[in-house]
């Protein structure tokens, strides 16, 4: 009886030792810190993408009571969010408000029907 008790107070201590060893080496080398920025660092196109998005549309809305460089700001910032998630819709009708509001209306039926198109329809939900 004795003998199992000793040997499971053996075990446990041994693998108390073991995982605080495994801590320290992780707190030592900042492991976690590390990890943490991996993940958090995995969505910064997308984060970069809703950004621009985001610039854009402030700079639409002011391009609607005021002049027309600010449109042309608006449709830059809806390529880069483009250029930074192709398969997202939103930009795209961001982009034709901006072209529509510059008289371009073929090119903002283009990026409506790019908006639209099989590829960016999935990132649409069904009242869109």
Not at 57 to 77: D, I, W
Not at 96 to 104: R, S
């Amino acid at each position: 009886m004795f003998k199992v008790l000793k040997i499971w107070t053996d075990l446990l201590l041994q693998a108390s030792i073991i995982l605080a060893t495994l801590f320290m080496f992780l707190a030592v080398h900042d492991i976690s810190r590390k990890i943490f920025a991996k993940i958090h660092y995995r969505n910064r196109a997308d984060f970069l993408a809703k950004r621009h998005f985001v610039v854009g549309t402030q700079l639409l809305a002011q391009a609607r009571s005021s002049a027309n460089s600010l449109a042309k700001q608006a449709e830059s910032e809806a390529d880069k969010a483009v250029s930074l998630d192709p398969k997202d819709a939103a930009p795209y009708t961001h982009k034709a408000f901006a072209v529509g509001l510059q008289g371009f209306k073929t090119s903002a039926l283009h990026s409506l029907n790019v908006a639209l198109s099989p590829l960016t329809a999935k990132s649409l939900t069904g009242k869109e």
